[in-house]
C-alpha cells in the first residue's frame, strides 16, 4: 500500500469516527454476518477484513463523497430540490445507494446481497445512525449506507478468505 492510499485510509477512518462510527461498530456487523457460516471466525478476523476494504481507493471515494454530501445537507448549502431529496434521505432518491455499490462490487455478488440484506434489517450502528438522523437534525443519507457497504464488503471479503 503507498503512502497516499495509506494516509487516506486514516483520513477516512477519522472522518468516520468524527460522524460517530468506529471501527468496532462496523466490526460487531461484519461478526454479526459471517459467525454462523465461518465457525471460528474472530472479531480480529472481521477487523482485518475491514482495514482491507478501507485500504480500496474506491471505497476512501465513496467515503468522502458520501460523507461531504451529508455534512453539505446539514449545513443546508445544496441547491433545492437536492437539499431536500438528500435530507429527508427520500426512499426514491437511490443514489446513496448507488454511490455505495462501488463498494460493494469490489467483492462480486456476495457483496451486493450482504449489503442488501443489512439496507434493509439495519444492524447495529446503521439503524442508530438512521434513527439518529430524524432525532438530531443530521443528515446520514450517505453515511448508513456507506457503514453498511463497507460491513457487507468486509462480510464477503470474510467469506471468500474462509472458502480457501
Known sequence: MNKTTKNMKEICIRILNERGV????????????QKKYVPDLTKEVCLDAILRVLGKREVQNAILTGIEL???????KLSEPLQTLINNDSPLYGIDEILVLSICNVYGSIGLTNFGYVDKTKPGIIGELDKMGKQTNTCHTFMDDIIGAIA???ASSVAHNAEE
Do not use: F, P
Open 70 to 76: 451529508d455534512k453539505l445537507a446539514e449545513e443546508n
Open 22 to 33: 468506529t471501527l468496532d461498530h462496523i466490526v460487531d456487523i461484519v461478526y454479526g454476518l
Open 152 to 154: 457487507a464488503a468486509a
